[in-house]
């Protein structure tokens, strides 16, 4: 088992930055991938970016926040992260950090073996 703790949401204006970071626990060795992912009210979860666990870094975004927002790493702490820069309306959700144990398909939430509680993002305009 992995257990994901997301934290860094909050409220902040159009143009502003956050960074949410979600630490994982548990059987992290058997851990391949690490992704975002994030859902607004009324819509289906939707891909954000991913990350490569070990080895080299490979990453991957939704065309929507590339760019924008930058996807990291620390293996030291067991933490990934995202940079959101130039926040906008529309990517107001709950975001969610989840976990895959093989190579998957990325953008594919259903891929993915663990997921944590998520983290509420709010833009204003």
């Known amino acids: 088992q992995v257990q994901l703790v997301e934290s860094g949401g909050g409220l902040v204006q159009a143009g502003g930055s956050l960074r949410l970071s979600c630490v994982a626990s548990g059987r992290t060795f058997s851990t391949y991938l690490m992704g975002w992912f994030r859902q607004a009210p009324g819509k289906e979860r939707e891909f954000v970016a991913a990350?490569?666990?070990?080895?080299?870094?490979?990453?991957y975004y939704s065309d929507s926040v590339k760019g924008r927002f930058t996807i990291s790493r620390d293996n030291a702490k067991n933490t990934v992260y995202l940079q959101m820069n130039n926040l906008k309306p529309e990517d107001t959700a709950v975001y969610y950090c989840a976990a895959a144990g093989g190579i998957i398909q990325v953008t594919i939430p259903q891929r993915y073996d663990y997921w944590g509680q998520g983290t509420q993002v709010t833009v204003s305009s």
């Open positions: 990350i490569t666990w070990t080895g080299t870094r490979y990453t």
